[in-house]
């Protein structure tokens, strides 16, 4: 059994900051990729950023030079410093991360259960 937790959502105001982390538990062999997806009322699910286990990054467009992704392998954790934080953010963002385990050598897409972001103008 695998578990994804994230915390640190909330409410902030415009240009304000908050990070988001996420703790990957169970039977867990190696974690690929980790991410962090966010979907805002009525609009489709979209990515945020991405971290490879090497370290590699990707960010969508809209987040670049505001948001930033990092990992410790070690503890299997992923987090999301989000900076200059837009209303246009507002969402509920989830955690992704491609997980190996012994059942699943290949690896398997697994979720946390969301966290909502809301940021006031």
């Known amino acids: 059994q695998v578990q994804l937790v994230e915390s640190g959502g909330g409410v902030v105001q415009a240009g304000g900051s908050l990070r988001l982390s996420c703790a990957a538990s169970?039977?867990?062999?190696?974690?690929?990729?980790m991410g962090w997806y966010r979907q805002a009322p009525g609009k489709q699910r979209e990515l945020v950023a991405n971290?490879?286990?090497?370290?590699?990054?990707h960010y969508a467009d809209s987040v670049k030079g505001r948001f930033t992704i990092s990992r410790d392998n070690a503890k299997n954790t992923v987090s999301l410093q989000m900076n200059s934080l837009k209303p246009e953010d507002t969402a509920v963002y989830s955690c992704?991360?491609?997980?190996?385990?012994?059942?699943?050598?290949?690896?398997?897409?697994?979720w946390g259960q969301g966290t909502q972001v809301t940021v006031s103008s």
């Open positions: 971290i490879t286990s090497d370290g590699r990054t």
């Open positions: 992704n991360a491609d997980i190996v385990l012994a059942q699943r050598p290949l690896g398997y897409d697994y």
């Open positions: 169970g039977n867990i062999i190696s974690i690929l990729t």
